[in-house]
């Protein structure tokens, strides 16, 4: 039995840090498991310039402990709106800290009010980030009211995705937090310009997880958990050594009062042991062998950045999830508050 895991350092390719004292409780965890992160840029307000997003990232890199320091490197995006130029592209391609862009349909998440309302509205920068080979990444859901939440994911194939590459051949894009067999399907089937990023929390749950023993809101996240076939699928591929199919929590913390609440906000805190929740994960498919090609080389290969040289270990041992985590002066219950977890983080 495998009993410590010793491989490259891993990257989390979409993950919220949030900003202030709140960024402040939550850094150090994925610092401590991560070299890098590709930062979402869902602020409020939101990081719309490359101006903006250096200063974010000053932020962060002050705001890691003293003995973290060195250790991380955020990766920054600009959130694309309807008025976003091809000349800020430009700049964020020279700046050298912004590695992509993000697309948020309006609407369709956490701060999206800001994101883009129609496409066509964005062809000129579309096509500079083509030109300047300069990454696009998606939340791929549709919008539309008469789409069942269930099919947004499916809807936005056809709907944005299909049309999107078709218009832009050459547009290096990221298909985030996948959650259904039709999207494995379709990054499996299209050209080597797309990728897809893969969380824990959809790898591990369904969406019976929403509603077991009561109305669960700290499992609500968008795009919603899905019915197990869809679960099995992302778990065969994201464990079948799959080049364009790698890590990404999207751990997306928020306080215990904007959970549970009348209208809660969605967003599954995993950073306190997502590296830890992933080994579990291929360790149950018999694939520990292909979670370092998940978590370390797939990322930095599709955005053409090095490898990590430093290591990480892991020790097949139990420990408990503490049942919440102080967040800025607030609360934050963790993923499996109160549970074991089978693998834990080796220091040092």
Known sequence: MTNKLTFTRPDDWHLHLRDGRAMQSVLPDIARRFARAIIMPNLKPPVVTT?????????????????????????????????????????AKASGIVQAVKLYPAGATTHSDAGVTDIARCEATLAMMEKLDMPLLVHGEVVDPAVDIFDREKFFIDRMLIPLLQRFPGLRVVFEHITTKEAVEFVQAVPNRIAATITAHHLMLNRNALFIGGLQPHHYCLPVLKREIHRQALVT??????????????????????????????????????????????????????????????????YGLPRNTGKISLSQESWQIPEEIEFGGDKLIPLRAGGQVGWKLMEG
């Open 237 to 302: 591929v994201a464990t079948s050594g799959h080049a364009r199919f790698f890590l990404g929590t999207d751990s997306a913390p928020h306080p215990l009062g904007d959970k549970e609440s009348a209208c809660g906000c969605a967003g599954i805190y995993s950073a306190h042991a997502a590296i830890e929740f992933y080994a579990e994960v291929f360790e149950r498919a018999g694939k520990l062998d292909q979670l370092e090609a998940f978590a370390s080389f797939h990322g930095p290969d599709f």
């Open 51 to 91: 101006a903006q997003a250096a200063a974010y990232r000053a932020r962060i890199l002050s705001a890691l402990p003293q003995e973290l320091a060195g250790r991380f490197e955020p990766l920054m995006t600009l959130y694309l709106t309807d008025t976003t130029t091809p000349e800020e592209i430009s700049r």
